[in-house]
């Protein structure tokens, strides 16, 4: 069974950093394009960053870029979400999903088949 898991989130004070983790298991990831979402209370779910299944494409939010980088090791099974210089406007559980009918990556939810539970990301003082 396909099954996504992130990990890594947490509260986190303004300017701080993270490191959210989506592990795969039940298939390969090398074949899949990874998208990192996330859904804050009362608003939609938004695109955050996405990464090519050979990791040559990624994609960025105009709201993370320039302070988050996404990656992902095949090896591990596992992709990841650095985020830094944290503001509080990034508060939002963050969800990882896979999709293997993208050449690219895409920052569009429906884009996306399975998808994570989630992991909650706080950033307060």
């Known amino acids: 069974q396909l099954q996504l898991v992130e990990s890594g989130g947490g509260l986190v004070q303004p300017g701080g950093s993270l490191r959210l983790s989506c592990a795969a298991s039940?298939?390969?990831?090398?074949?899949?394009?990874i998208g990192w979402f996330r859904q804050a209370p009362g608003k939609e779910r938004e695109g955050v960053s996405c990464?090519?299944?050979?990791?040559?494409?990624?994609v960025y939010a105009d709201s993370v870029k320039g302070r988050s980088t996404i990656s992902r090791d095949n090896a591990k099974n596992t992709a990841y979400l650095q985020l830094n210089s944290l503001k509080p406007e990034d508060t939002a559980v963050y969800y990882c999903?896979?999709?293997?009918?993208?050449?690219?990556?895409?920052?569009?939810?429906?884009?996306?088949?399975?998808w994570g539970q989630g992991t909650q990301v706080t950033v307060s003082s």
């Open positions: 039940g298939f390969t990831l090398n074949y899949y394009a």
């Open positions: 999903a896979a999709t293997g009918y993208l050449t690219g990556c895409g920052m569009l939810t429906y884009e996306y088949d399975d």
């Open positions: 990464i090519s299944s050979s990791g040559g494409s990624t």
